[in-house]
């Protein structure tokens, strides 16, 4: 856990500095931040985190969804939302939710932590069945 290379996309410096605070009580080294998504895709390209916390309605011409679809597409890290609050419609639609996680904002520790970590062992456990069904697949040919 001490490596996992994290990066914030959030765009206000009040949550920003909670989840960094937050982060550093669960023994995660300081993250990277981003306050918009097409800075988050910059980022990720430059320093490759393992994973990728962010806000579900950030400001600006690219929201959190968009750059979370970018984000996984492009660079295949795991990614959780952060989401002020959670309408039916929202945790209802797998296009927004699926494969990500996500987590209510104002972020608890352990919902925070648990939220990670999940997402970490998904995301491996992800990679390894592909591996697995690949090898399947070459040994059927």
């Known amino acids: 856990m001490a490596e996992t290379k994290i ?37 990720v390209a430059r320093f490759h985190p393992d994973l990728v916390l962010i806000d579900i309605q ?22 959780v939302y952060l989401m002020e609050d959670a309408d039916e ?3 209802q639609d797998e296009k927004v939710i699926e494969p990500f996680y996500y987590i209510l904002k104002p972020c608890e520790e352990n919902s925070l932590h648990i939220s990670i970590e999940r997402a970490l062992y998904q995301h491996k456990m992800g990679r390894v069945w592909k591996l697995f069904s690949n090898q399947q697949t070459r040994g059927q040919a």
């Open 58 to 79: 950030l400001k600006g011409e690219m929201n959190g969804i968009k750059a979370a679809r970018q984000i996984h597409d492009l660079f295949d890290i795991p990614v």
């Open 7 to 43: 990066l914030v996309v959030e765009d206000e410096v009040i949550v920003t500095k909670d989840i960094k605070n937050r982060l550093k009580v669960l023994g995660y080294p300081s993250p990277a931040t981003a306050s918009s998504g097409t800075e988050a895709i910059k980022k």
């Open 89 to 91: 419609e929202t945790l």
